[in-house]
T-cell receptor, first 114, second 111 residues
Framework: GAGVSQTPSNKVTEKGKYVELRCDPI?????LYWYRQSLGQGPEFLIY????????DSGLPNDRFFAVRPEGSVSTLKIQRTERGDSAVYLC????????????FGPGTRLTVL | KQEVTQIPAALSVPEGENLVLNCSFT??????LQWFRQDPGKGLTSLLL?????REQTSGRLNASLDKSSGRSTLYIAASQPGDSATYLC??????????FGTGTRLQVTL
């Protein structure tokens, strides 16, 4: 079946602009995660959704970052007033509810802030 | 706060060699330990998942071990092939299934 998809695959924006990154999880997966991977680093946790609600947003770096999942499926990560330091690959993952089984990752969105 | 470290950062071996990648973590209160593979420009692919109650998992030429008490995991790759060239990431699973990743080991298998 279809895996996790993310759009766009690449996004180039100017400092100060607003961007939205989209994640389509695997159908039926109620848990959804956003991670950020800077060059040469491992992914870092940003936010976790269980259904429609953000169960844990402790990884969001500041209030310029916000994410929603209004219908418990597609999620959008929103970044306001982008800064050059926001440049990274943003990864989305989904999993079935319950248990600590594996997460399935999308290909990521590479964000470049000029 | 959990910290995950991977050694070495990069490794180059000739085809056919057996190799070991190392992962250490500071907090032993984990649900499981996973090893992922990441190819350039691609997402992460899960290779092996070891539950906290298990000692090892095997899949084909891959074998991963877990020693919670010492905070260590190893990924053993037998008879390496050029197609194994990628970055290998280990990650511990904590509360709410959040993953804490190491910085990865970049593996190159040469002909």
């Amino acid at each position: 079946g279809a895996g996790v998809s993310q759009t766009p695959s690449n996004k180039v924006t100017e400092k100060g602009k607003y961007v939205e990154l989209r994640c389509d999880p695997i159908s039926g997966h109620t848990a959804l995660y956003w991670y950020r991977q800077s060059l040469g680093q491992g992914p870092e946790f940003l936010i976790y959704f269980q259904g429609t609600g953000a169960a844990d947003d402790s990884g969001l770096p500041n209030d310029r970052f916000f994410a929603v999942r209004p219908e418990g499926s597609v999620s959008t990560l929103k970044i306001q007033r982008t800064e050059r330091g926001d440049s990274a690959v943003y990864l989305c993952a989904s999993k079935l509810a319950g248990g600590a089984d594996t997460q399935y990752f999308g290909p990521g969105t590479r964000l470049t802030v000029l | 706060k959990q910290e995950v470290t991977q050694i070495p950062a990069a490794l180059s071996v000739p085809e056919g060699e057996n190799l070991v990648l190392n992962c250490s973590f500071t907090d032993s209160a984990i649900y499981n330990l996973q090893w992922f593979r990441q190819d350039p420009g691609k997402g992460l692919t899960s290779l092996l998942l070891i539950q906290s109650s298990q000692r090892e998992q095997t899949s084909g030429r891959l074998n991963a071990s877990l020693d919670k008490s010492s905070g260590r995991s190893t990924l053993y790759i037998a008879a390496s092939q050029p197609g194994d060239s990628a970055t290998y990431l280990c990650a511990s699973t904590g509360t709410a299934s959040k993953l804490t990743f190491g910085t990865g080991t970049r593996l190159q298998v040469t002909l």
